[in-house]
Structure formats: structure tokens, C-alpha cells
């Protein structure tokens, strides 16, 4: 019955799903747990008109700051720890595969494709710490995967993404790389520097309601993926770094934290940084998601 009260309010709503089109299974898994949950939301907090109209400003507002160099929403989403739940139930860990983490708002695709142990700096700052990337992706029984494809990015050593900031070069520090016969890796970068996630806008209202700081600690990001192995989104983590246990979108793990030391002088960098990946075949991938 379509009049509505206080009391059946929601159970009108989910009534309807699907009486006028066919919904999948899944939609209305979805839907109707979104619609009980936003629900008792905003009868749990006793949601006000003028407060509602304001969030439909606000959600307005962040529509409008999506580019092509800045995802709003998936930035309000990290700032709510959203991404990375979702990420930890999208990508399930069971034996000894590498741990996943946020994408985050700032990847580029088709960056430039350079030989193993090439740089991916482009511009030198005066406090940068230059760095040698190694490490071995392996399967899971130890064995090195040939052919992996290591998609690259981190933040500039005066804290800004390449894409933010129109005084660097395009595609500054970053790069994509492929594993040796042995399932090696190896790129020079720049030690990654904790910064400030944009807290202009609707990103930097909501981590002033939440009464939180933007910071993120030091982080290089990958992308990693071969045909027959479920695709890796990661983060590897400055032991070193500040903000590393209150990370503004809540994306370390124990597993992903590694120490900088300083190089040999034949590696030619300030620093050395070894740090190793284990895939998971995809079909350990798919039955383990359906469980």
C-alpha cells in the first residue's frame, strides 16, 4: 500500500523494488539493505529537512570537483574508511598472499612503460632521497612469476602528486615495470614523503566534521597483475615515516610496512628499499570470494 507513515515508510519503499522492472538477485540484496540501513540512519539521528538539504548540496558540491585528476567521492570514501573495507572484503587473504589496500584517487592510467631498474623521476627536488625498488613476485609456493606487469606511483618530495601539480613533468614518478625470468623487479624512485590528502573542498569539510587530520604517511603504490593471478592493489609503507599509525584513510598494514636503508654505492641511490609480492592464482581468488 503506497500511503505511507512513519512506521511503514521503509517497507513501502522496499515493496516497491521491482514491481514496474526487473531487478537482479543482487540489486535488490543491495537496495533493499541500503534503503533499510539509510533508514534507521536517519531515524537513529533524527535527520532534519534543512540538514538533508544540505547534504544534497554537499554530495552536489562533490560531484562537481571530479576530473580526470581528482575522484571526489573516492576520496570521501578514504577519508570514511569506506575503500578500504570494501577492498578488504572484495579481496579476501587466506595463506601467505600479499596483502591489498586502497587505490586511491591519484592513479593515472598508461603510464610511461620502462626496462627493469630504469628511473621513474623526472624532475629533482633539493630534499629528495633518491631510492632503489627490489624485490621478487612470487607465486604461492615461493616460486618467482616471469612476465608481471608492476604499475607505479608516489607523491613528489614536496608532497604532491604529478597530476596536482602543473610544475611537473607528466608522469612524473611513475612508471610500469616487468618481472625478469626469476619473477624480479627493479625501478629507482624517490623516497615517498607523508603529505596532505586535498582537505580543500568537500573533502577537507568532512575531515573537519570528523574532527581528523589529512595527513598521509610516506607510501610508493602498485598495481600488480598477470594473466592467471588475481590483481594485486597495493601500498608498501615507510617503517620510518610519520603518521604511519593514524593514516587519514586507514590503508596500513602490518604486512605492507618495509625499511628504507642506505644503498651500496653500485646501485647509484641514496637508499635501498626490498620488498616482496606473492599472488594468488585466480581461481584460488574466485573460490575463495564465493565462500
Avoid at 521503509?10 to 540501513?37: C, M, N, P, Q, Y
Avoid at 606487469?149 to 608516489?154: H, I, Q, S, Y
Avoid at 607528466?170 to 619473477?183: A, H, I, K, M, W
Amino acid at each position: 500500500m503506497g500511503i505511507v507513515n512513519q512506521d511503514n515508510i521503509t517497507d513501502v519503499v522496499i515493496d516497491s523494488l521491482g514491481k514496474h522492472g526487473e531487478i537482479t538477485d543482487r540489486e535488490r540484496e543491495i537496495a533493499t539493505s541500503l534503503i533499510r540501513h539509510l533508514h534507521g540512519f536517519i531515524k537513529d539521528v533524527k535527520l532534519q529537512h534543512s540538514e538533508f538539504l544540505a547534504a544534497c548540496d554537499y554530495l552536489a558540491r562533490a560531484g562537481k570537483l571530479c576530473n580526470d585528476n581528482r575522484q571526489e567521492f573516492i576520496l570521501l570514501g578514504d577519508i570514511l574508511g569506506v575503500e578500504v573495507l570494501v577492498d578488504m572484503m572484495t579481496n579476501p587473504v587466506e595463506g601467505n598472499e600479499s596483502e591489498s589496500t586502497v587505490l586511491g584517487p591519484f592513479y593515472r592510467e598508461n603510464p610511461p612503460v620502462l626496462p627493469k631498474g630504469a628511473s621513474t623521476i623526472q624532475k629533482h627536488y633539493d630534499n629528495e632521497e633518491t631510492a632503489y625498488f627490489e624485490g621478487y613476485i612470487k607465486d604461492e609456493n615461493g616460486r618467482g612469476i616471469a612476465g608481471v606487469t608492476l604499475d607505479v606511483w608516489e607523491d613528489a618530495p614536496n608532497g604532491i602528486y604529478e597530476n596536482l601539480d602543473p610544475d611537473q613533468p607528466e608522469y612524473n614518478l611513475r612508471g610500469r615495470f616487468e618481472t625478469d625470468e626469476n619473477g624480479h623487479y627493479a625501478f629507482v624512485a624517490v623516497r615517498p614523503v607523508p603529505y596532505p590528502i586535498p582537505d580543500d573542498e568537500t573533502a577537507g569539510e568532512l575531515l573537519r566534521f570528523m574532527g581528523h587530520h589529512p595527513n598521509r604517511p610516506g607510501h610508493m603504490h602498485f598495481i600488480i597483475s598477470k594473466e592467471g593471478y588475481r590483481p594485486l592493489i597495493s601500498q608498501i609503507y615507510d617503517a620510518d615515516s610519520a603518521w604511519l599509525d593514524e593514516d587519514s584513510v586507514f590503508a596500513v598494514k602490518e604486512s605492507l610496512i618495509g625499511k628504507f636503508k642506505p644503498a651500496a654505492p653500485e646501485l647509484g641511490t641514496d637508499l635501498h628499499f626490498t620488498f616482496d609480492f606473492v599472488l594468488k592464482t585466480a581461481a584460488d581468488a574466485k573460490a575463495l570470494a564465493a565462500e
